[in-house]
Every structure is written in C-alpha cells, then in structure tokens.
C-alpha cells in the first residue's frame, strides 16, 4: 500500500517515469448485426462497440488512433479530465485525424470511475464508433463487489444517421408514431371538454411540436454491449455474489428507463463519480450518461436486465445468470408516455392566464401528480411529514415540470431514482459562492427541426467565454418539449439538487421540458471545449457551443485560432 | 436505570432479535440464526476498535471464539451516518426497513442524526430511538462501544445498514474459530 502511494506521488512530480501505458485502438468500417436487421457501421478494432479501456488513476496513457476509413475521425473521451488539445473534438481541441493517419493522444489520467469515448466527427457515434472505460481509483472503492460488467446500451436504427437526419429535416415527425390521433381528439372532447381540447390543440401547434414528441426517432434496436434482445448478452454470476454493473447509455437519441426485476439495485456512481449509495427498483438514464448499480442476486435463477426506452417504442434486453442460455420472461413495454401541457410550461409566449377553464387537474389520466393521494399514510399516523425527504414510489419528481406526463414511475410501485437522489459520497470541489450566472434557453422549432440555444445555432453563435478561476452557474432552461442531455467538455458540472457541498458531480445533465436546471462549474481547465445536446441530431442541428477559457495559471492559454476545420456532428 | 435492569432490558431485546432472525430463517441452518448477546465489559476478553469510513469498516473481518465477549470500540471518521450492527444476514435484512424508515421521515440525514425525531411516538408504542444492544448508530466524528457476547458459530456479520450501505458492501465478517 505505501509503496503504491509513493509509486502514485512520483507518478505526479515526474510523469515520464510514473505509471504509463500505451493503447492502440483502429477505426474500422464494421458489420452491426441487431437480430432484426444488419448494418454497416463504424467501430473500434474491428467491433462495435469497441474494447472497454481499462486505465489506472495516476497513469500516464498513450493511446494510437489508426483511422482506416476514408473520412476524417477523432475520438473524445467523454468526462475525462484532460488538455484540451486531447479532447478529441474537431474544430475545437484539434483538427481531428485524416484516413490513413495515426494520431497519438497522451494525456494524465487523474480521476476513476466508469466512462466512455466516442467518435466527435460526422455521424460516426450513431454508427456505433464508441467504447467503454473503466477506471480503477489509486485508494479504495467505497463499495464492495465481486465481478463486474459494463453494460452499453444504444438505438440502432436501420436507416444511416445522414437519412434520419435528412429525414427528419424534411419531415420532423417521420419518426414519430405516436401523434395523437382524429380518434384521441374527440375522446378528449368527451372528456375535456371541446373547448378546451381545442385550445389544447391550438397551443400545441402554437408551440410547433406534435403532442407525442417524447422520442423524435423511433423504429429502433436496443442493443447492450453490441447485442439485440434476441441475441440476448448475458453475464455470468454465481448466487450471492454482488455484482457491479457499469451502465453506460451510448445512444444517439434515447432515453432508458432501467429495471432488472427481482433486484433491488444501490446506485453508486453516476457518471463516474461516486454517490452516497441509494436503493433503487428502477432508473432513467440519459443519453451519454453512466450509472454503476451495485446488485445482489441470491437466486439460483436468471434475471432479465430490461431497459425500455422512454417513450416507450423499443427496449433493450440482457441477462444475469448462472450459467449461459438461461433467461428469465421479458416484460412488455408500458404504456406510452405523453407529454401535458405542463411540459410546455417554459414556452416563451405561453400565457396560461389566456386558457380559461384549463384546469390542472383534468390534465389526462397519466396525470403523475394526482397519483400522490393514493400513497398509503396509513402506517405512518402521527408523523410529522414536513421534515419528510422524497416519498419513496410517489411519482413526482424536482427535475419535471409539475404534472409533467415523463414523470418516470417504477414498474413495480417501488423507487424510481430522481436527480433529487443524487449526494456526492465525497464533495469534490469546497463549496463557494458563483462568481455569476449564464442563463442558456435550450430552443428549437420542431416544425423545421432546428435546435439551439438561446435562439442562435452553432454557426451563428459566438463562443460562450469563461475566465480561468471562476465558478460559473449555468442556468439552463427548457423551452422546447423535448428532454436534452446537455454536457460541458472538460470541466466538471455540479449538479444544483439543493444539497449543497453535497451536490452530484456530472459530466451530462438532463433538462426535462418545461424546467429550470441549474449546474455550477469550476473553471479550472484552461483552453477552448465543446457545450452541447448529446442528442446527435440536436447536436448536429446546432445546440452546440464553443466554450472558451480565458488565461489560466500558466502559458496554457486558449489559441484564439477559430476553427480548425468542420466541428464533429456534421455542423 | 440500575445495571440489573438495563440488563434485563438488554436480554429482552436480544430474545426479540434472536426470535426475529430465527422466524424469517426458514428452519434451515437451524443453530445458525443467533448471533449472541450482550454482554458485560468486565468479562470482555479483549477491546476491538472498528473504524467507520465512507462507506467501510476498517477492519473489514475479525476473528472470535464460540462464547467470547468482545468489546467493540465502534469509531465513525468518515463524513456520513454509520451503523455498527452485530447479526445475521436475515437480522439485517429486516433491520434495512426499519433504517429506511428512519432516512424517509429525517431521521437521518447524511451526516446528521435528528435525535428529536428518533424519541417520537409513531404509535403503537414504536419509535425510532434506534436503541438495540446489538448496535450503534453514529455521527460523524462520535465514538461508542458495544460489549458482546458471541454465542456459538454461525453466519455473523456486522453490518451499517443505513440504506444502500450495506448492499454497496458495508459489512465485516465475523470468522469463529
């Protein structure tokens, strides 16, 4: 142990004789079999997804890009914290990597946990060009398991990214098929009303959204670590064992909500950086982020990991068990989500004072919110409830709009994690006063499929520029009717959940429609970064920012070259 | 309270907490079930210090004789709420609920325990003082013992069953030999 420490403590006066690897990774046109269709994709030495990289926290890595395809390619490794000229984004952190070429990114590893990198350039991400990383802390975990896996999940589609991309410029709702129907208005006239199912109406097409948009692509495969749900991955255990799963969600555009029924799962980390431990039966996870659960199985029996999308069109499905070929039944999807009127509540222009007779209350159903008088109190006579903390099954949630129809509920009336739950099991940053605050409305016009933020897309916009030193509070605020997963390059998000010192620490926040997020950073990584929606269709639409950070403690200034050629997500 | 009736109390807990483990057992390992009880310091052979971390013991296993009581010194240095609890897996199983009752109505609080609350009548002549013998609940920073008499062999651990710790893996073995 203190020859580790002192191994580590040289590794960072003298990097050259500390603990270094060396990676090598190719870029490779590959073959994507989902069970239901093939593809041509992209992958890393010869597959997709590519290897997990595994690193040591205090190594010095060196990793060779091979790019054997014809077009250019980069790779970002996604929440490291790094130089930014590793950051891997084309047009911001370096030029990116010509076919042919091999690029040798070097940079320190200082932090652990579960992480992944993906390719920064065109459509290559969607395509299947991305990996997983694990990184083991120099200390000891705060948590103890016996095996582990990784567990990646994307949405492949059977059209290329460039279709649904012109698909969907032409025709926002080609993948959507779950607009209401001639048949869904007049039951909503017969129970609202016709009046206000017409104003419900007329708001809607105000807003240039159609009132299903909870996913704009659907017809996808859920695949978990490159395999269908009939190709069914399974991983191995023997009864008793805790196991840790490292969910990492890879896809282009969707939302998980995540269950293995018959296990509790104790979230340990979210997005590589450990939590205090919280018991959950199910979780959403969103584009880009990562989740470790530690799990239990006492059972001599196979356990279906079941991640449904959010919208519920499509799932992805694996297995835990004892010996391979063992499955357990596969739950089938949920009912649709749909989206109320209170997920509309952060349009600019929506004036809900103009809808007489909109009353909350008939809002639907699926109304989240009314589900909270069914809670039994009974057991609980007595109590004072004004120091309670979130109710545990109740369906309402800080980080939805109130009556919001995404509020996710678990499957088994058990605890869905919220934001809410997330504590830093160790605060990484002391605590302090922003120094300010930037508001960034997350904007789009569904109609002709644009996506950006505070109204001006990626080309028109000016970089966003932050001074070394800061503590910045971005306040994020959602006018669009669609959840984005926005992530920072290089710096750290901290997550506003109202714990204070206590907050999570992220790489990928979601905002959900109609609400205001607000996430703190450190500005302590000198140099020019990505700011953007991971969803690769709003990226590439142009919800996107430079972020530049100006001086910094020594002569590693930000070059105030502009452009380096075209910026990943085919901008 | 006198000596003799905090150990009358103390061995009618642990009669309840034996009943507990043994009920949901399932008959199966039948001696198994019983972790012991307590016991008093001047018979205790011997003083083991347990540190509490975020979210670890140190040490992680200790070694006892069949019958031999042990005095715990049970240290909290980590920044979160701890538990120091001696049972079997079963017993800690139906001790999490309780925990999490605690955690779901303020009682704890991260790193902070509501000693207001925990003295609150819940009916039914319950509360949530979190008084058993066979534990110690501790803030950050607090130190207490707990003296304990191992009874036989069987499936020991000792655990912190505030919620999602002991399932991240918050407990020592406890090894007979």
């Known amino acids: ?571 | 309270m006198s000596l003799a009736k905090f150990a009358v109390a103390a061995v009618a807990m642990s009669v309840s907490l034996t009943a507990l483990g043994a009920g949901t057992h399932g008959g199966g390992h039948g001696h198994s079930a019983k972790s012991g009880e307590p016991g008093k310091a001047s018979d205790a052979s011997r003083s083991v210090t347990v540190e509490m971390y975020d979210n670890y013991y140190e040490p992680e296993a200790i070694e006892v004789k069949p019958g031999e009581t042990v005095r715990f010194v049970v240290q909290n240095k980590g920044q979160l709420v701890h538990e120091f609890n001696i049972g079997t897996p079963d017993m800690h199983e139906a001790h999490q609920k309780e925990m999490m009752m605690m955690v779901e109505h303020g009682v704890i609080q991260g790193g902070k325990l509501n000693h207001d609350m925990m003295e609150m009548d819940m009916g039914n002549g319950q509360s949530m003082k979190h008084d058993d013998p066979n534990s110690v609940l501790l803030e950050p920073g607090e130190s207490q013992e707990v003296v304990w008499t191992f009874s036989e062999k069987g499936n020991i651990e000792f655990a912190c069953n505030v919620p999602g710790h002991y399932e991240a893996g918050m407990y020592g073995e406890v090894n007979f030999n």
């Open chain 1, 1 to 571: 142990m203190k020859k580790t420490l002192v191994a580590g403590a040289l590794g960072l006066l003298l990097p050259a004789i500390g603990l270094a690897g060396e990676y090598n990774l190719t870029v490779d046109r590959v073959e994507i079999d989902t069970g239901e269709f093939v593809k041509e994709g992209v992958g890393y030495n010869g597959k997709s997804p590519g290897p997990t990289l595994r690193f040591k926290e205090g190594e010095e890595v060196s990793i060779n890009v091979t790019n054997n395809l014809d077009e250019m390619t980069s790779i970002h490794w996604h929440g490291l914290i790094l130089p930014f000229e590793q950051d891997g984004v084309p047009g911001i952190s370096f030029p990116g990597i010509k076919p042919g070429e091999t690029f040798t990114y070097k940079f320190p590893i200082t932090q652990s946990g579960t992480y992944w990198f993906h390719s920064h350039s065109g459509f290559q991400e969607p395509e299947g060009a991305f990996g997983s990383i694990i990184i083991e802390p120099e200390g000891r975990e705060p948590f103890r398991y016996d095996r582990e896996y990784v567990v990646q999940l994307t949405d492949k589609h059977p059209h290329s990214s460039e279709r649904v991309m012109r698909n969907l410029k032409v025709t926002p709702d080609y993948y959507n098929r779950e607009q209401q129907t001639v048949g869904e208005f007049f039951s909503g006239v017969s129970e609202n009303g016709f009046l206000n199912t017409v104003k419900d109406r007329l708001a809607w097409g105000d807003m240039r959204m159609m009132k299903a948009d909870v996913e704009d692509l659907q017809g996808f495969t859920g695949m978990i670590n490159g395999k269908g749900p009939k190709q069914n991955w399974t991983g191995i255990f023997e009864p008793g064992e805790r196991i840790r799963l490292r969910f990492i969600n890879s896809s282009a555009m969707t939302y998980f909500d995540v269950r293995i029924p018959g296990l509790n799962m104790t979230v340990v980390q979210a997005d590589g950086n450990n939590v205090q431990p919280i018991n959950v039966d199910e979780f959403r996870i969103g584009v880009a982020e990562t989740y470790d659960v530690i799990v239990r199985p006492k059972d001599e029996q196979a356990y279906t990991i079941f991640a449904e999308s959010m919208g519920r069109t499509g799932y992805a499905r694996a297995t835990l068990a004892p010996e391979e070929g063992m499955d357990a039944p596969v739950p089938g999807l949920r009912e649709p989500a749909r989206l109320t009127m209170a997920d509309m509540g952060g349009m600019p222009g929506m004036d809900h004072g103009d809808m007489p007779g909109m009353d909350h209350g008939d809002m639907g159903g699926e109304n989240a919110m009314a589900d909270m008088s069914e809670m039994d109190h009974s057991q609980m006579s007595g109590m004072d409830h004004s120091s309670m903390q979130m109710p545990e099954g109740g369906a309402s949630d800080p980080f939805y709009a109130k009556g919001s129809g995404l509020v996710p509920k678990a499957a088994n009336g058990g605890k869905f994690l919220s934001y809410a739950d997330l504590k830093a099991q160790k605060p990484l940053y002391e605590e302090r006063e922003p120094t300010r605050e930037i508001e960034l409305r997350l904007t789009g016009n569904m109609e002709r499929y644009t996506w950006s933020i505070n109204g001006v897309k990626y080309e028109d916009a000016d970089a966003i520029r932050l001074k070394y030193g800061e503590r910045v509070r971005f306040k994020f605020v959602n006018e669009t009717m669609m959840t984005h997963p926005m992530h920072l390059h290089g710096m750290w998000s901290i997550l506003d959940v109202g714990a204070g010192q206590w907050n999570p620490v992220k790489h990928t926040v979601s905002v959900q429609p109609g609400t205001t997020v607000y996430m703190e950073t450190e500005v302590d990584a000198p140099g020019q970064w990505a700011f953007h929606c991971h969803l690769t269709y709003h990226m590439a639409a142009g919800m996107f920012r430079k972020v530049i950070v100006e001086g910094g403690p020594d002569s590693t200034q930000a070059a105030s070259s502009e452009q380096f050629g075209n910026v990943g997500g085919g901008v």
